[in-house]
């Protein structure tokens, strides 16, 4: 069965970092690219990252273009979200899915970016 | 990137409607699309996928079509359990997009 996990969610102050991780199993993780997707509270849900099998792509939002950071390694069945320069308004609930069809997420992580 | 535009924002509906919740691409996905429900505090749960592939263990009442640009996707007849948001997600190119919600209420 294909687990997602993610983990690293937590308070951070305005222009503060965090590093969000993803946790695979029950697949052959190094296979499939992975997507980050997120959703502030109240509304809809926004394609934040995705990155390719084997870092072949990665591609960003322009929401957090040049402040995240998504990385993954293929050995620990693991994608990482590199949060810089964190913003109020970046604020939500954090969810990693494959890009496959059909595709599977995580239960998500909260981040929240307040002073 | 390809925009997607999902309507009504929101929906009445008593239990037992058929209800239809649409979705437009701004250029052609072919059939790069995902249907999903969302209860509040809940990861989104996919219910149909390639615009009209029924995931396992969906009910039969829930249903999808189009290709291309438009999209439908169709609930034969509300049960209670099924107020929640729905959304479509296109994912044609390396940049998926989501639709702005649908808030289904009774």
């Known amino acids: 069965e294909v687990q997602l996990e993610e983990s690293g969610g937590g308070l951070v102050k305005p222009g503060g970092s965090l590093r969000l991780s993803c946790a695979a199993s029950?697949?052959?993780?190094?296979?499939?690219?992975m997507n980050w997707v997120r959703q502030a509270p109240g509304k809809g849900l926004e394609w934040v990252s995705s990155?390719?099998?084997?870092?072949?792509?990665?591609y960003y939002a322009d929401s957090v273009k040049g402040r995240f950071t998504t990385s993954r390694d293929n050995a620990k069945n693991s994608l990482s979200l590199q949060m810089n320069s964190l913003r109020d308004e970046d604020t939500g609930v954090y969810y990693c899915?494959?890009?496959?069809?059909?595709?599977?997420w995580g239960q998500g992580t909260l981040v929240i970016v307040s002073s | 990137d390809i925009q997607m535009t999902q309507s009504p924002s929101t929906r009445s509906a008593a239990v037992g409607d058929r209800v239809t919740i649409t979705c437009q691409a701004s250029?052609?996905?072919?059939?790069?699309l995902n249907w999903y429900q969302q209860k509040p505090g809940k990861a989104p749960r996919l219910l149909i996928y390639?615009?009209?592939h029924l995931e396992a263990g969906v009910p039969s009442r829930f249903s999808g079509s189009g290709s291309g640009t438009n999209f439908t996707f169709t609930i034969s007849s509300l049960h209670p359990e099924d107020i929640a948001t729905y959304y479509c997600q296109q994912y044609a190119n390396l940049v998926d997009t989501f639709g702005q919600g649908t808030r289904l209420e009774v």
């Open positions: 899915a494959t890009r496959a069809t059909p595709t599977r």
């Open positions: 250029q052609d996905i072919k059939s790069f």
């Open positions: 390639d615009a009209s």
């Open positions: 990155i390719g099998s084997n870092n072949n792509y990665i």
């Open positions: 029950g697949f052959t993780f190094s296979s499939y690219s």
